[in-house]
């Protein structure tokens, strides 16, 4: 068994007050059995702040902490961050290992008009393993692009993680509350888990976070949710034999004329993650 965090977190003021919660969160699950913990979409810096003001700098040390942390934790752990690359700002999703080390990182690629403001988008789908576990992962809007899961989910990955940042008016935000966001049919069509950790409550000029987080089986059943008012961590524990990856594996084959073009295209992606 495998076992999860979904971390549902209300942003702080600063990047300092940000980071020393996640690290005390990180250790608070970790001592709780927690294989891989995700928290939400920037939470380093959380997503209302002014990113044209950061530097490499500051990224870089908050970064250090973390990895330390980790470390020192001994649990895999996903979190949300800016990053700088080449110059240019990404939303990014950075993925530490048990010893700390930034194993991977996936780039925000279809960006909000909020984030285009700011980030460059990233240019390759997530595919990376957490004890030896195939996983993938999109950020926020993304959810809305479904072939961003499908082809991993074809070279095989089993969970899928969601970091989000909810900025909607509040009638949007409710709209989303009580699993009515799409993400347990994202999992059942693709046979696979996800985990999906989402800021909550109140952010700025009256939009709003609608949190539940969640946990979804590769059934669509919800094995962990949150509400949508409070900062808090659920959990769950998941049998990657359960993830069969059934309808991606069976989509590789028929129709028939498209078997090419699945593997050019799997391929592709594979080449860009060396």
Not at 209 to 219: E, F, L, Y
Not at 233 to 250: C, G, S, W
Request: positive net charge; charged residues 25%.
């Amino acid at each position: 068994m495998f076992t999860v965090t979904s971390v549902q977190m209300i942003f702080r003021e600063t990047i300092e007050e940000n980071i020393e919660w996640i690290a005390a969160t990180i250790k608070n699950t970790a001592n709780n059995g927690a294989d891989a913990v995700l928290f939400p979409e920037c939470a380093v810096t959380g997503y209302v702040y002014d990113f044209a003001q950061l530097t490499p700098r500051t990224i870089h040390e908050a970064l250090l902490y973390l990895s330390r942390t980790v470390s020192e934790a001994g649990c895999n752990v996903l979190v949300g961050s800016p990053t700088f690359e080449d110059g240019r700002l990404k939303n990014s999703l950075l993925i530490f290992n048990r010893k700390g080390k930034i194993i991977f990182q996936y780039s925000k690629i279809h960006l909000t008009p909020v984030d285009k403001q700011y980030f460059t988008p990233g240019d390759k789908l997530a595919f990376f393993h957490l004890d030896r576990i195939p996983c993938t992962a999109i950020i926020c809007h993304e959810r809305r692009y479904p072939e961003l899961v499908r082809i991993p989910v074809m070279m095989g990955a089993k969970i899928l993680f969601h970091p989000n940042a909810g900025l909607d008016d509040k009638a949007v935000s409710k709209a989303k509350r009580k699993g009515r966001d799409g993400i347990a049919v994202r999992a059942f069509e693709n046979a696979i888990y996800y985990v999906f950790s989402n800021s909550v409550g109140p952010q700025c000029e009256g939009k709003w976070s609608a949190g539940d987080s969640k946990i979804v089986a590769p059934d669509s059943s919800v094995l962990a949710l949150a509400d949508n008012r409070s900062e808090t961590v659920i959990q769950a524990q998941l049998d990657p034999n359960l993830a069969t990856r059934q309808y991606a594996k069976e989509a590789l084959e028929l129709p028939h004329f498209l078997q090419p073009y699945w593997k050019g295209m799997i391929e592709e992606c594979q080449r860009r993650l060396k």
